[in-house]
């Protein structure tokens, strides 16, 4: 089992910028690449970002990309996600997933953290 901890959500105003960390833990962990999904109001989840376990490889969507870095740092077991720039269309709870196919369809969620971007 593993067990994934966000945090760092929180209202900021349009052009400001968050950090989200999510911690890891649990003996299934180790060997796992890490990715962030969000749910906006009446949407369904989306994936926004992965990483590799090494941190050499990341993915992103399209609508982020140039605004949002994932990163990842393997002594404390926590993947960030540093998201610059923001807008009122990146309101959503953002979700860390872990393991399985992470882009698609992780094995394993946290709970979430809610990010609200006001205009």
């Known amino acids: 089992q593993v067990h994934l901890v966000e945090s760092g959500g929180g209202l900021v105003q349009a052009g400001g910028s968050l950090r989200l960390s999510c911690v890891a833990s649990?003996?299934?962990?180790?060997?796992?690449?890490m990715a962030w999904f969000r749910r906006a109001p009446g949407k369904e989840r989306e994936f926004v970002a992965s990483?590799?376990?090494?941190?050499?490889?990341?993915s992103y969507t399209d609508s982020v990309k140039g605004r949002f870095t994932i990163s990842i740092d393997n002594a404390k077991n926590t993947v960030f996600l540093q998201m610059n720039t923001l807008q009122p269309e990146d309101t959503a709870v953002y979700y860390c997933?872990?393991?399985?196919?992470?882009?698609?369809?992780?094995?394993?969620w946290g709970q979430g953290t809610q990010v609200t971007v006001s205009s």
């Open positions: 997933a872990s393991g399985g196919a992470v882009a698609t369809r992780p094995a394993y």
């Open positions: 649990g003996r299934s962990y180790f060997g796992n690449d």
């Open positions: 990483i590799g376990r090494s941190g050499g490889t990341t």
